[in-house]
């Protein structure tokens, strides 16, 4: 098993910038990817970022150019660093770790994002 806990959450004006962090506990070698997904009101929830193991990082067009993640595997820890926000990044935001091959996916509560305009 693999716990996740996310923070970082917060109201935020449409410019500004947050950065998320999920911290992981528990079997995280049994993992091969960490990303952050989102959820609007309304509308299913959607690949934000993600990272692998090997340090291949993938993003969803949208936030490509505003958005990084990252990890610092020494803390178990991956980070979203959110710049230039824009009302439409409002969404709840769930840490996801997982390792497809052996269908693991583990989830956090999420953390919510709201940005004003």
């Known amino acids: 098993q693999v716990q996740l806990v996310e923070s970082g959450g917060g109201l935020v004006q449409a410019g500004g910038s947050l950065r998320l962090s999920c911290a992981a506990s528990g079997s995280i070698g049994s993992i091969n990817a960490m990303g952050w997904y989102r959820q609007a009101p309304g509308k299913q929830r959607e690949l934000v970022a993600a990272?692998?193991?090997?340090?291949?990082?993938k993003y969803v067009d949208s936030v490509k150019g505003r958005f990084t993640i990252s990890r610092d595997n020494a803390k178990n820890t991956v980070y979203l660093q959110m710049n230039s926000l824009k009302a439409e990044d409002t969404a709840v935001y769930y840490c996801?770790?997982?390792?497809?091959?052996?269908?693991?996916?583990?989830w956090g509560k999420g953390t919510l994002v709201t940005v004003s305009s």
């Open positions: 996801n770790a997982a390792h497809p091959l052996y269908g693991l996916d583990y």
């Open positions: 990272k692998t193991n090997s340090g291949s990082t």
